[in-house]
């Protein structure tokens, strides 16, 4: 009886050893699996957070893009049509969208690196796979943007183009009514005027004695016969002398007294000084009698 007592015994005691035995091997392993499912859900974590951190610096990157489409925009909206030289506004808009096309480029590589390496590393998390999905679509949205000013600015060369054409068209009649307006200021200010003595001016039929007595008295008068090639050209707004060699002079035609002054410079030499030149341009051919 004793001995179907210990056989009975060590029966149990050895069930209940290997049931310690099976029981500490499911322990360790269950706790090995839960240090491993640990690990998963730290490097899960992990990689989440990179995930995260990585569609953070992206969206910065395209909220970027968009200060530098704002930029593009301010430039080719301010003095946009005027006319514009090489390398001025329109080159550096341009240089500026070209610079926003590589920077969505480059935003675009890394969209598609970190979808690869979510995807890679088993990492199928639904609000990572909707960042990724707004990312792309913001992307897209920039690049329509982006061809939109390209196509804007195109739209203003075409208007700076034509615009430079009008520009140069006005500053050739501005030229033109310049030179009308100069040619015809030239024309006013300009008077004929002829010296001589008694003699010579009769011989030119500028002059005639008339009146007096018995040849006695007579006073020299103009014919208002003008021959212009016996006239001298001068301008009033650039000159205001007219030199005559003798010791006296008279101007016989009609230019008012106070217009001008006779002034003696020596003995030989006097000067009939233009002191109002649009009253003494009035009469336009001046006609000088010079004597001794």
């Known amino acids: 009886m004793r001995k179907s007592a210990v056989v009975i015994l060590t029966l149990v005691a050895a069930l209940l050893a ?29 990689r989440y957070d990179q995930a995260v951190s990585e569609i953070v610096a992206i969206q910065d990157s395209l909220n970027t893009i968009v ?17 514009q030289q090489p390398g001025t506004l329109h080159d550096r808009t341009l240089e500026r969208i070209s610079t926003l096309k590589a920077s969505i480029a480059r935003t675009k590589e890394r969209i598609e690196e970190l979808d690869a ?42 208007q700076v183009t034509w615009l430079n054409g009008e520009v140069s ?21 300009t008077i004929f005027y002829t010296v001589g003595t008694k003699k010579e001016l009769k ?9 007096g007595v018995a040849g006695l008295g007579k ?17 009033t707004d650039n000159e205001k002398v007219i030199r005559v060699p003798a010791e006296k002079v008279q101007v016989l035609s009609a230019q008012p007294p106070s217009s001008y002054t006779v002034n003696h410079v020596s003995k030989d030499m006097v000067e009939i000084q233009i002191v109002h030149p649009e009253e003494f341009r009035k009469v336009k051919h001046v006609v000088i009698l010079a004597s001794s």
Do not use: C, P
């Open 219 to 235: 006073s020299l008068k103009l014919t208002g016969r003008l021959e212009q090639g016996s006239f001298t050209s001068l301008n």
């Open 18 to 46: 290997g049931a310690t035995v099976v029981s500490y091997t499911k322990y360790k392993r269950s706790v090995a699996d839960y240090k491993q499912a640990t690990a998963n859900q730290e490097s899960m974590r992990a």
């Open 169 to 189: 068209n006005q500053q050739e009649e501005l030229a033109t009514r310049q030179q009308e307006l100069d040619a015809k200021q030239a024309e006013l200010a």
């Open 117 to 158: 390496k979510l995807k890679h590393n088993g990492v199928r998390i639904a609000s990572l796979t909707k960042m990724i999905k707004n990312l792309k679509q913001s992307v897209s949205e920039r690049e329509d943007q982006v061809v939109a000013l390209n196509k804007q600015v195109n739209q203003l060369e075409g």
């Open 67 to 83: 200060a530098g489409e704002g930029t593009v925009q301010a430039s080719i909206t301010q003095n946009d049509v005027e006319t």
């Open 203 to 211: 011989e030119k039929g500028l002059v005639e004695s008339k009146g």
